[in-house]
């Protein structure tokens, strides 16, 4: 079942302790599209400026993602600059530039308007609200976001948090969104607002599974070289929408605990491939090999 997705489409400059990387490609609809499309078809809608190198989303065409949705408007693509510490769980944002996005008004192309599974990336809320006010009847929506928009469009995301299915956001956004300071709050505080499912990332500790049924939590890959953990996020949300999409979740209306619970790994799967290069250079050709061999790791890591 093919996927719709609103995100960023970035150029990121991005510092680690490995290295550098300037003006490369970014953006949380790319990295999720790169990640979802090893599952699922991909529609994405999104803007860049007439300064972007469009050859660089080529490869993603030959991996059944349309790029029809991506409108070229004058003027500069949006940016994004981040540092990782020595401890890369931890990053400061240097720059965000919204560039284009600021006054994009996104069209959803009729061909995309019945889409069942929908994936609000990380964007402005009053974006990720318009696009949802343009699908006929989706099936089940997920959302990500992230503190640059909790602390500068409370409202609006609060606005569009009740309206989706799943929502996706790492565990220091959660407690910022909600006033928490422990994650179970934080959970039971967005269950309140709507959605049936809480993700929350954790970074190089994992993720958590938060559904009426209780609690399941998938690990992070323990990995020996991270080089850039720029997108994992997005990569995690990828993997785990697309195998959502794949398997169809939604049975007779009813949410299925163990694609759930699968999809989680397969989210952590395409992080740790994401976080081994710079930008999107993993995700660009892993075969479905290389995939299962790494489910397995998380198979192996996991049992007792
Ligand atoms: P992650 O590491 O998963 O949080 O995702 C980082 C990606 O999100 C980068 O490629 C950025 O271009 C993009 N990004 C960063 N800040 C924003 C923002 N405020 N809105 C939309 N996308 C963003």
Redesign the pocket.
């Known amino acids: 079942m093919s996927i719709l997705v609103v995100?960023?489409v970035?150029?990121?400059s991005v510092e680690t302790p490995f290295g550098k990387a300037d003006d490369a490609l970014?953006?949380?609809a790319?990295?999720f599209s790169a990640s979802a499309s090893y599952f699922s078809p991909i529609n994405v809608v999104g803007v860049v400026g007439s300064d972007f190198p469009h050859n660089e989303l080529e490869f993603l065409k030959t991996r059944n993602v349309s790029l029809d949705g991506i409108k070229t408007e004058e003027g500069k693509t949006?940016?994004?600059g981040?540092k990782y510490h020595v401890d890369m769980n931890q990053r400061d944002?240097l720059f965000?530039a919204?560039n284009v996005?600021e006054h994009f008004k996104p069209v959803i192309p009729g061909q995309y308007k019945n889409s069942e599974y929908v994936f609000l990336?990380?964007?402005?809320p009053t974006l990720q609200l318009d696009v949802l006010a343009q699908i006929d009847n989706p099936k089940l929506v997920a959302l990500d976001t992230?503190n640059?928009?909790i602390s500068g469009m409370k409202e609006s995301l609060v606005e569009v948090i009740k309206k989706v299915d799943i929502i996706l956001i790492?565990d220091q956004e959660a407690k910022e969104l909600t006033d928490k300071t422990n994650l179970v709050q934080a959970a039971n505080a967005i269950f309140e607002l709507g959605p049936q499912v809480v993700v929350i990332k954790k970074g190089e500790h994992g993720a958590l599974l938060f559904t009426k049924q209780g609690i399941f939590s998938a690990p992070a890959l323990p990995m020996e070289t991270v080089c850039d953990?720029?997108?994992?996020?997005?990569?995690?949300a990828g993997g785990f929408i697309g195998y959502l999409a794949h398997n169809d979740v939604l049975k007779n209306g009813v949410l299925d605990e163990s694609v759930l619970r699968k999809a989680m790994i397969y989210g952590s799967v395409m992080a740790s491939f994401s976080i081994e290069d710079f930008s999107l250079e993993k995700l660009k050709d892993l075969s479905s090999e290389e995939i299962s061999n790494r489910y397995i790791q998380f198979v192996e890591l996991a049992s007792f």
């Open positions: 995100g960023s970035a150029l990121d970014g953006g949380s790319t990295f949006f940016r994004w981040g944002t965000t919204l996005f990336g990380n964007i402005a992230m640059f928009w790492n953990p720029t997108g994992a996020g997005d990569s995690f």
